[in-house]
């Protein structure tokens, strides 16, 4: 799918991403705004820190976090669209030497790669559960001693089941997917030697946030037929429309869960000083 087609529902920033909203009837472009930023506070970010956003799409976290926090952002991506058009933001925005937006595999990043924080946020999705311990282990590598993690990504029901609606989604819009329940992801967290500080589940706001997609995408119809066709235009329709529905009642659909953030060697005490205490909660 083209930048074109995806700019007609995303917000500016374009964040591909559930956003996170204060108001039951806030707007999507204040909610990704205070998305963004929510990764940001939990990552504690700090002036001069270095952040790796893996699977960054178009670098709206780590343009943000070099805007707003001051840090020095890498962000990869395995779409050479996104990593174009991420680029030309940064240098309108003057931010080159601040932050940085490649097209390229995380697993390609030189063997000695050592960030202060790491992010991804709707990459475990795509990760494939088989490959977690590899992946895992390779996020825990490249992260800095008292250094913070952030897993953000879209889980299924412990009784969860395959259905012909998820066979739908992952042949036209996920090829690929493979999502995995909360405690089979904490599990492979845990086993590559991570401490979980905080789980949060943001399933209502990905509700909201798909219906407003839906809005957004149905006011803009015409132009998304002319870049996409009608059979694909019809197919996200559908799959937005579904997606809020079922994040709404609780389906057995996939949960959203920014979850897991944990930290490396040396991470809970600065943890504790940071914050006083170290959070390990969950909340619907």
């Excluded at 879209?154 to 405690?183: A, C, M």
């Excluded at 529905?245 to 949960?255: E, Q």
Aim: net charge neutral; aromatic share 10%; charged share 25%.
């Amino acid at each position: 799918m083209s930048n074109d087609f995806y700019a007609l529902f995303l917000d500016p920033l374009m964040l591909y991403t559930c956003a996170y909203y204060r108001e039951p009837d806030g707007k999507l472009e204040q909610a990704q705004e205070d998305k963004v930023d929510l990764v940001c506070r939990k990552l504690r970010l700090k002036p001069d820190e270095t952040l790796l956003d893996i699977g960054c799409g178009w670098g709206g976290l780590s343009i943000w976090a070099a805007q707003h926090y001051g840090v020095i952002a890498h962000g990869v991506t395995l779409s050479r669209a996104q990593a174009d058009w991420a680029s030309a933001r940064i240098k309108r925005e003057g931010l080159e030497g601040r932050c940085l937006v490649e097209y390229r595999d995380h697993r390609d990043l030189p063997a000695d790669a050592r960030y202060d924080k790491i992010a991804a946020i709707g990459v475990i999705e795509h990760v494939g559960v088989p490959n977690y311990p590899a992946f895992f282990g390779r996020v825990r590598e490249m992260l800095n001693d008292g250094g913070l993690y952030l897993n953000h990504g879209i889980h299924h029901e412990f009784h969860w089941k395959r259905t012909s609606q998820t066979d739908f989604l992952y042949e036209h819009v996920f090829p690929n997917g493979d999502l995995s329940g909360v405690s089979e992801t904490m599990t492979e967290i845990e086993r590559a030697g991570w401490e979980v500080l905080d789980v949060e589940n943001l399933r209502l706001h990905y509700a909201r946030t798909c219906r407003q997609w839906v809005e957004r995408l149905q006011a803009r119809a015409d132009e998304a037929r002319a870049i996409v066709g009608e059979r694909t235009y019809r197919t996200w329709l559908l799959y937005l429309a579904c997606s809020s529905m079922a994040f709404s009642r609780r389906l057995d659909r996939p949960l959203p869960v920014p979850a897991p953030q944990a930290v490396g060697p040396g991470g809970l005490d600065r943890a504790r000083d940071a914050r006083g205490s170290v959070r390990l909660s969950a909340r619907a």
